[in-house]
């Protein structure tokens, strides 16, 4: 038992504290040890569906390489966090990556990501829809390889339209659909929270007038200039502000995020609403469940995004998710073998179908099943063709950061200073004068 | 009380055995302080550090020195770090203060109560200091939330409650409530540390001033206050410094927004958000100077004794 | 000293009104997300305290359905991770309590007063560096690297409380025992190591409460299912699909992770509360 103390050297007491930081070490998980190599997917969260494929492709390999998938927070711009401090930490694990595509410049850009070999472009982008494979370039450069493509509808009640007299048709304005809510005393379905939703709201309303939020998404950070103090900004302030001053959107407003502004819609007093496809999936689960009536389904119809000007189509919002490899990856061809696995069209339908993402490729769209579950694809893939993306900028998760808190809470929004302040608050962020 | 004093070896000749001693003093008690201070004391080096250059983690090649400017930078932001600090400093005065007094009740109570209900009470008190703070956070959010909360159903007979009201949507009601989660978490707290002092106060002081007749509330100002003073001192000194980085509830329940922004936020926001290392770490070297100055103040014009119950050596 | 027992009516009724009032205050918030974690994700707005029909679909979810990859894996991350932090701090805070109530050596009030130090340190002050520091040395999302960092949130209270407890052990016992030949640390661990048992146990406890309650170390110093721990986890909760809120989950997990912490009250609220009192205040 023990030496006697006093001598220089460690006796006990440090034995037990090394055996203990070993225990440590031991129990921190070592993975065993295999002979496939292992790919790891970083999964934005959805019904199972990328979990689906990874095993499916993992068994197509036979043997080449495995996927397992690993979760990603649930809000972009958490996944954002968390992808770039670990590509940026230079990470070797980061095989492949779901990413939101305003995001993507930010890692492009100091070549965080690998770049696509031109065998897989070539054999993932022969159909990729416009918007969807814009989303996915940086400089002019394939970054990473579209996945599926997402974008708004206007959904609405058709007892309300009858009501207003709208022949839904034909494409409405933002003003018919706010004068039909208020003439009803109904609500709008939209999202007022402060989040990224914010941000894709505001730019499909600038982007419907022909203009883009930023000058030149390509500038450096200190040269950058916003189109937000113009009549087009002015004009979207103006309809979100109307909304916000009188409380069209309920009393929720400023915690209203994609879900809640769907519930309101299938309330009593829904009347319009501009949301992702994902809504009519989670209402015909509901009316499945019995949580809500077979008649509400039946009311429910959808058209092309509402316009700002009468004479200009609308540009709805364009999300989705590409799939990227990080630079650092030891298994790049792996990774982009796999990718070319997972985008096929046969499994981007089938993504669609289960989890209500609709895919970025053209073909995918004529898959009959489709009509049966989504009577509204062709409406999503005319949509995506008009769809504009977010400002390409490295800069994007500041500038969207600065949209929310200045554009937040809504009621908050004058069409003649709102713009005006954004715009300079933007400038003085990105010249480090100014703190977010 | 003292520890019982240790009985000295006979005088001189102590060097060896002094050596010795402080040898495996340090031997065994190094280990621990080691580990604290590398966790603290190279990170903050490092951010300081850090905070002189103008460095974005994706954009690694634009890294330079900039020496005082993202100082600038934040002192110059009225809107943003000002608003910060000041909300910081109000949500600590305001909860340290309720908790001092509902912290004060519950002591009493818990010191008073009978032996048949000091269990229960204990019990149900620690509850609140054991949870997760982010449970706590999403408790008090749940509530109050207008989509899933049931207060404005509950209180709508409440002049200015009704089923319309989001709490989160602007700044009184917001800051309300993550004061009101963070000072039920954490009154516990204050309460077994006043319960302790409660019981430092001799009784026969107590005795004394009832057979003078001193009134329930001459004991309190006399007797027992002026003998708690050096836990009070501890308690409020312990809980502000907390208070002051407060940062799970506000993340959970508001993340910043209706002017709701901290310290502590901020300086995640910017360095973990933005990946702003040199403005984030700036951010941080301030909350840390924060900090010391809160401490500096209170042990200089407060006279806090913290080194009470530090001196390990019998009495001589 | 409380009173002897013989009460009026009208003291029996004050008392009872006290006592509800505390356990009203103590639980209440409790209660609620309790109560929220029976709702049907149907019933979740339906501005009323209780469910209007209870399920137990919220827990299927979290612990055999969609979201267990997510939760237990996080409960696996936070139990691991918590318990062997608490143990390394406990035996380390243990030694270190040691030398400061035993021994006479410089550097004694060094010690207490960086541990003091540290414990008030704002710990989002140092989570940018020590992210950096990982990723170069390979500790970033990894047990190990939330370890280190637990122990620096829990040692200073743990040697603290640990240094109240050991001013009061009779250490004559030891000297009997050395006088009997032993040497230090044998008479140490005989006659000591039994006395300071419960005090080491009631710091352990503590210190698991604090190590289990961090959240700024979580979200900022993992990034995976490898290491991320509860509270980082619920902070992430997604719903059924990508837009669904997921209040009735998380309530699930919150509840769920704060069994432990409600039974460890309930078995030891007397030890927790005089290690607490004891290393606040000169014992």
Known sequence: MGGSFGTPHGGRPARVVGAALAAGLLLSGCSGEEDVPVLTWYI????????????????????????????????????????????????????????????IPELAEPGFLAPVPDETAEATTEDTLEGALAGAMWNEELVAVPFWANTQLLWYRESVTEEAGLDMDEPVTWDQVIE?????????????????????????????????????????????????????????????????????????????????????????????????????????????????????????????????????????????????????????????????????????????????????????????????????ADAIREALANAAPRPQTPFYNEISTAIQQEFTPISGVREDSTPAETDSFIVEVLRGERLL | ???????????????????????????????????????TAYPIAQAVYDSLFSFRLTAPDDRSFVFLQNYLTIFSDVEVFWQALGVTLFVTVVTVAVELVLGFGLALVMHKALKRIRGALRTAILVPYGIITVVSAFAWYYMFDINSGFVNNWFSWVPGIDSDLDWFANFPTAITIIMASEIWKTTPFIALLLLAGLAQVPDELVEAAKVDGASWRQQMTRVILPNMKAAIMVAVLFRALDAFRIFDNVFIMTNGSANTEVLSLLAYRTSIGRLEIGLGSAVSVILFICVLLICFIAIKFFKVDLASGTDAKGGK | MASNGKLTGRQRLGWTVLTVVVLLYALFPVAAILATSFKTQADLGNASFLPSSWTWENYQMILVGDAQGLFLTALRNSIGITLIATFIAVVLATLCAYAIA??????????????????????????????????????????????????????????????????????????????????????????????????????????????????????????????????AALAFFTGASQFEEPTGAISAAAIVVTIPVVVLVLLFQRQIVSGLTQGAVKG
């Open chain 1, 44 to 103: 934005n969260p959805d019904d199972g569906g990328q979990a689906t494929l990874a095993q499916q492709c993992t068994e197509e390999a036979e043997g080449a390489y495995r996927i397992e998938t690993s979760l990603l927070p649930a809000d972009a711009p958490s996944q954002r966090e968390q992808l770039a401090r670990r590509l940026a930490a230079g990470d070797d694990s980061l095989d492949i990556m779901s990413l939101d595509p305003p995001f």
């Open chain 1, 180 to 376: 039909a809510a208020m003439e009803q005393d109904k609500l709008l379905g939209v999202q007022g929270t402060r989040a990224e939703s914010m941000t894709v709201w505001l730019n499909a309303l600038v982007e419907s007038q022909d203009t883009s939020i930023l000058v030149d998404p390509e500038a450096r950070a200190v040269d950058l200039e916003t189109n937000f103090d113009t009549a087009e900004g002015e004009k979207a302030a103006d309809i979100i502000g109307t909304i916000g001053t009188e409380g069209l959107a309920g009393p929720g407003v400023a915690s209203m995020d994609e879900n809640q502004s769907m519930l309101l819609f299938q309330g009593d007093n829904g009347s319009f609403m501009v949301n992702w496809p994902f809504v009519w999936a989670a209402t015909k689960a509901a009316v499945d469940e019995g949580v809500l009536e077979q008649d509400l389904l039946d009311d429910i119809g959808w058209s092309q995004y509402p316009r700002v000007d009468e004479d200009t189509a609308s540009a709805p919002p364009l999300g989705g998710i590409n799939l990227g490899v990080g630079a650092d990856s030891e298994n790049q061809d792996l990774a982009f073998d796999a990718i070319e696995c997972i985008v096929q069209p046969e499994n981007q339908t089938e993504y669609f179908i289960t989890n209500g993402n609709p895919p970025s490729s053209e073909s995918a769209y004529d898959d009959e099943a489709l009509e049966e579950d989504y009577p509204m």
């Open chain 2, 1 to 39: 009380m003292n520890g019982s004093s240790r009985p000295r070896g006979g005088t001189g000749k102590k060097s060896n055995r002094a050596k010795s001693e402080a040898r495996l003093g340090w031997l065994i008690a190094g280990p621990a302080f080691f580990i604290m201070l590398s966790v």
């Open chain 3, 102 to 231: 035993r021994l006479d050596f410089p550097g004694k009030k060094i010690i207490l007063g960086s541990a003091l130090a540290v414990s008030i340190f704002p710990v989002i002050s140092v989570v940018t560096p020590l992210f950096n520091l990982w990723r170069n040395i390979g500790l970033y999302d990894t047990w190990l690297g939330l370890i280190i960092p637990y122990l620096s949130l829990t040692l200073p209270i743990s040697i603290w409380t640990l240094a109240a407890f050991f001013r009061q052990i009779p250490w004559d016992l030891e000297q009997a025992a050395q006088v009997d030949g032993a040497t230090q640390w044998q008479a140490f661990r005989r006659a000591i190591v039994p006395l300071a048992m419960p005090g080491v146990f009631t710091t352990a406890i503590i210190a698991f409460f604090i190590a289990w309650n961090d959240f700024v170390y979580g979200i900022s110093l993992t990034s995976t299912e490898a290491a991320r721990p509860v509270p």
